[in-house]
């Protein structure tokens, strides 16, 4: 299996901030690397595929970069409706997600 | 605009076998896309299931092989996945998926719904 290991596992911010979320696989992985967003309750959607190309429909403070076995997801001017929990997901082998990031207000 | 649709019982005993089936609106099954599992464990991440590659063939998590079957109704539209022997570790929220986009996403969800397995 592929360790998808997401950083920090919480953090606080306000509204306007730029937010910065990094995942890490035990391998690399090329740029096969998405990101995802799941609100209380509710499915998780994609923000990012590919590790840098935006979903359709997402806003374009959201960002992704990185290829091989380090990624960065940030938003660039945090929204109040940006609060939830991060995942980052790796389809090179066997599809594996990493453990989340929450989000919170500060 | 395609919609995935979970149904099947919410509550499931132990060694007896979880049944979903997922429903899919606004589009076809038979798309050129993956259709699949992905569940959640309570107050834990996100575990990929299974899936049914272009090919028809299914791909699914080692952990889980052996209990797992995952079927295409072609003519109702619909993805069915049978876990057997479960376990009170198999009580989660179980999300219906489509996936292979690009970079091997899933772009799609259902609701979920969560299944607990208890006597």
């Known amino acids: 299996d592929i360790q998808m290991t997401q950083s920090p596992s919480s953090l606080s911010a306000s509204v306007g901030d730029r937010v910065t979320i990094t995942c890490r696989a035990s391998?690399?992985?090329?740029?096969?690397l998405n990101w995802y967003q799941q609100k209380p309750g509710k499915a998780p959607i994609l923000l990012i595929f590919?590790?840098?190309s935006l979903q359709s429909g997402v806003p374009s403070r959201f960002s992704g970069s990185g290829s091989g076995t380090d990624f960065t997801l940030t938003i660039s001017s945090l929204q109040p409706e940006d609060f939830a929990v991060y995942y980052c997901?790796?389809?090179?082998?066997?599809?594996?997600f990493g453990q989340g990031t929450k989000v919170e207000i500060k | 605009q395609v919609q995935l649709q979970e149904s099947g019982p919410r509550l499931v005993r132990p060694s007896q076998t979880l049944s979903r089936t997922c429903t899919v609106s606004?589009?076809?099954?038979?798309?050129?896309?993956?259709w699949g599992w992905i569940r959640q464990l309570p107050e834990k991440g996100l575990e990929w299931i299974g899936y049914?590659?272009?090919?028809?063939?299914?791909h699914s998590n080692p952990s889980l092989r052996g209990r797992i079957t995952i079927s295409v109704d072609t003519s109702n539209n619909q993805l069915s996945l049978n876990l057997t022997s479960v376990t009170a570790a198999d009580t989660a929220v179980y999300y219906c998926?489509?996936?292979?986009?690009?970079?091997?996403?899933?772009?799609?969800w259902g609701h979920g719904t969560l299944v607990t397995v208890s006597s």
């Open positions: 590919g590790a840098s």
């Open positions: 997901q790796q389809s090179y082998s066997g599809p594996t």
């Open positions: 391998q690399r992985i090329s740029t096969l």
């Open positions: 049914l590659s272009r090919s028809g063939s299914t």
């Open positions: 606004g589009g076809s099954i038979s798309s050129s896309y993956y």
């Open positions: 998926t489509r996936g292979g986009g690009t970079g091997g996403s899933f772009d799609l």
